[in-house]
């Protein structure tokens, strides 16, 4: 059992993400790297070289793509907070004695910085490895730490030279990659959806859809902001965003449809163009991101599905279904789902055809629903909120300033030759959860014995500097560039790059068993770290966050049922925003479930009720969804009609918060109102929904039911 334990958890740090190298980060960042210290060794700058180097990879490493407003702040904070730690730093090398207490305070300033979070991350991150490198290479003298930190702000300079203006300066591209991200997630979601038999075996992965909306929703919040009065390209942009996401909602619906479908030959030909339709759609939505992203207009796709198909199908099929069956009806529903979807296609593709010029923004037949990007919180609030004694960023501030200074005192009082490089490996292994800490020193560590390994084997073949900086530039280009595709691969490069930059101006290429060492050291003292220092393992965390999921998902329905017979452009969007908090809320408890599948340590059969829990979290938002779509196509109905049902789905849902928030079991299950009571007023395809919500909340009642008692 441990012996496959151990296997799985090195099968798990191998593994490789489903992304594709950043060739072009890579590049760059090779530029902003070994440029400056090829510079200083030209110039016989000696040691500025490292300064400059080391900011411009920081910089490098910071750029995470978006809109060039926010890529230029995030690197000139790392810039700006670069050069105040080397300059930190270096004085408080030269008193050993304060240098503890120092790295304490430095260690949890920059770890609180997560709260602001990815740019708050490369801020920090970038800020506290710089100090600990000073503190390395003391000095006493105020101009020598000032120098320093010219350095240092003249390689981060560089970097934003070459990240936002020596590379095609395409202001609106990486928003235009976002959204089109958008529309190729829609396009694999589909895809999952036509793979689906009738009875619904395969579940489509909403997870990526949300993701990638809301990566678009930020970008383009982030542009408006630094924009006044958005016009043109921007006010496409938004609107393709918002078709994306009302696509998302059909397509949901349509997914709650195609599981309902028995199976059986009965509906075979229907199915059969159900599913060509989806595949139809599935190109389009890759022909709309294919146009938002390049360079200049494509050919318009050209959309020749919809509904009629399988209108047609359905009248004129020899198949042993009954007009008035409950099939019939799901499929009559499901065409007019496919009318909706074709009808917001077609305006994406007509304004994805005008990215790139200045044609009128295309209106929908109803009024266009475009949100204003979501107003800034105030500067302070997330600090605020990191601060709070039961904030996990707080706790995970407070262990990284405890390990930074028990790293600190611990290479002053070995006398550690290059002590800092253990030192560097905690501070960069230590995560804020245990499985993720773990996860990377296994991935530091492997990276760095295969890299060490490598910088061995180069240092007795290449002595000549210039080919020293080639082998620099090579591995900085191939450390960046895999780093998407895991973490592992990232190091094994790391460690020559930083190496021959770190060691530079001494001129000594040798040390790559010393680094293997004290990394070994360094991800040992966080892991230690991890485990003693305010543990906090996801198995109390994930709790509270299917109580917030089933919470999202609770107010979501109870706003479709209240909702139902509102038409309106405003029930719309308050629907829509309802969905997207349930959606995140099942995001955020899918990713405390993975964080805790890289803690547990019991039997993966001890796991199944949550597994079942978020499943069926997502099929009651996607009934919940199918019946909001259905107000458009099903007759008139009381809102009474409704309310018995919606107000004891709405108890059962709240006592399910309610057990999960406080480690109860579940009140005992009781049957929620039949429709078919009211069968004058709600039609057999509501009905239908209906009954479909009770089952599925049934399941979600027994997986909660055997979670509390396991």
């Known amino acids: 059992m441990v012996f496959r334990r151990l296997l799985d958890e090195l099968r798990g740090a191998l593994a490789l993400a489903p992304a594709r190298p950043a060739w072009a980060a890579g590049l760059r960042a090779a530029i902003a790297t070994v440029l400056p210290l090829t510079a200083a060794y030209v110039s016989g700058l000696g040691g500025a070289g490292t300064w400059m180097s080391l900011a411009g990879f ?37 008193h050993p004695t304060a240098a503890i207490p120092i790295a304490l305070l430095v260690a949890i300033a920059c770890s609180l910085s997560r709260a602001y979070g990815n740019a708050g991350i490369s801020v920090g991150g970038s800020a506290l490895v710089t100090f600990v490198i000073a503190l390395a290479f003391p000095s006493a003298a105020p101009d020598v730490a000032l120098i320093r930190a010219g350095y240092v702000g003249a390689g981060g300079l560089w970097a934003m030279l070459v990240a936002l203006v020596l590379w095609p300066l395409q202001p609106y591209l990486p928003v235009r990659r976002t959204v089109a991200n958008a529309y190729r997630a829609l396009a694999d979601y589909a895809d999952d959806l036509k793979g689906s038999n009738p009875a619904g075996a395969a579940a489509p992965r909403a997870a990526a859809v949300r993701g990638a909306l809301e990566a678009a929703r930020a970008d383009l919040a982030t542009l408006r902001r630094g924009r006044s009065g958005e016009t043109g390209r921007g006010e496409r942009l938004l609107v393709l965003d918002e078709i994306a996401d009302q696509l998302f909602g059909h397509l949901i619906g349509l997914r709650d449809i195609v599981e309902a479908m028995p199976p059986g030959p009965g509906a075979a030909g229907a199915h059969a163009v159900l599913v060509k339709a989806l595949a139809s759609f599935a190109a389009t939505a890759r022909a709309i991101g294919e146009g938002i992203e390049a360079p200049s207009n494509l050919p318009p796709a050209v959309i020749t599905w919809r509904g009629d198909s399988l209108r047609a199908e359905l009248a004129g099929s020899d198949d042993a279904m009954a007009p008035e069956s409950e099939t019939a009806a799901d499929y009559r529903e499901a065409a007019a789902l496919l009318d909706r979807l074709a009808q917001y296609a077609g305006v994406a593709v007509a304004t994805a055809a005008a990215v790139h010029g200045g044609a009128a923004v295309p209106v929908l037949e109803r009024p266009r629903e475009v949100e204003d990007p979501e107003p800034r919180p105030p500067r302070l609030a997330p600090l605020r909120a990191a601060l709070r004694p039961e904030s996990l960023i707080l706790r995970y501030a407070l262990r990284a300033g405890l390990v930074t200074a028990a790293a ?65 530039f090579v591995f900085a280009a191939l450390s960046v560039a895999l780093l998407p595709l895991n973490y592992a691969v990232f190091s094994v490069f790391l460690t020559p790059t930083f190496v021959l930059l770190a060691e ?12 293997i060492l004290h990394t070994v050291l360094g991800g040992a003292l966080a892991l230690a770290g991890t485990r003693l220092l305010w543990p906090s393992p996801e ?57 805790l599948l890289a803690e547990h340590r019991g039997a993966p059969g001890e796991l199944e009720p949550v597994m079942a829990l978020l499943t069926y979290a997502r ?20 809102p009474e009609n409704l309310a018995p ?4 789905a709405d108890a ?10 406080g480690g109860r079991a579940p009140l005992p299950w009781t049957p929620l109102p039949d429709p078919g009571e009211r069968a004058d007023g709600v039609p057999p395809l509501l009905r239908g929904r209906l009954s479909r919500l009770e089952r599925q909340l049934r399941t979600l009642h027994d997986a909660v039911e055997r979670w509390e008692r396991r």
């Open 408 to 472: 600190v005192a611990l290479t002053a009082a070995l006398g550690l030759e290059r002590g800092y490089w253990l030192t560097l490996t905690a501070v960069i292994v230590l995560q804020p959860y245990a499985g993720l800490t773990s996860r990377r020193a296994l991935q530091r560590v492997l990276g760095t014995v295969a890299g060490g390994a490598l910088t061995a084997g180069l240092a007795a073949l290449f002595h000549d500097m210039a080919a020293i900086l080639a082998l620099a």
């Open 58 to 94: 920081s910089g490098a490493l910071a750029d995470r793509g978006g809109p060039y407003r926010a890529r230029g702040g995030t690197i000139g904070a790392v810039t700006l907070a670069c050069a105040a730690a080397v300059v930190l730093g270096t004085l408080a090398g030269a």
């Open 504 to 515: 530079a101006s001494a001129g000594q290429w040798n040390l790559a068993g010393l680094r």
């Open 619 to 638: 099929r009651v938002t996607a009934s919940a969804a199918a019946l909001a779509l259905s107000r458009y196509s099903a007759a008139e109905v009381p």
């Open 652 to 661: 059962l849902l709240d006592d399910l918060v309610a057990s999960l928030a």
């Open 539 to 595: 198995a109390e965390r994930l709790p509270g966050s299917l109580a917030s999921a089933l919470g999202a998902v609770r107010r979501y329905l109870q706003r479709v049922v209240a909702l139902f017979g509102d038409r309106s452009p405003d029930a719309s969007r308050a629907l829509r925003a309802a969905r997207r908090d349930a959606g995140l809320g099942i995001l955020n408890a899918e990713e405390s479930f993975q964080r």
């Open 645 to 648: 049902f919606g107000r004891a």
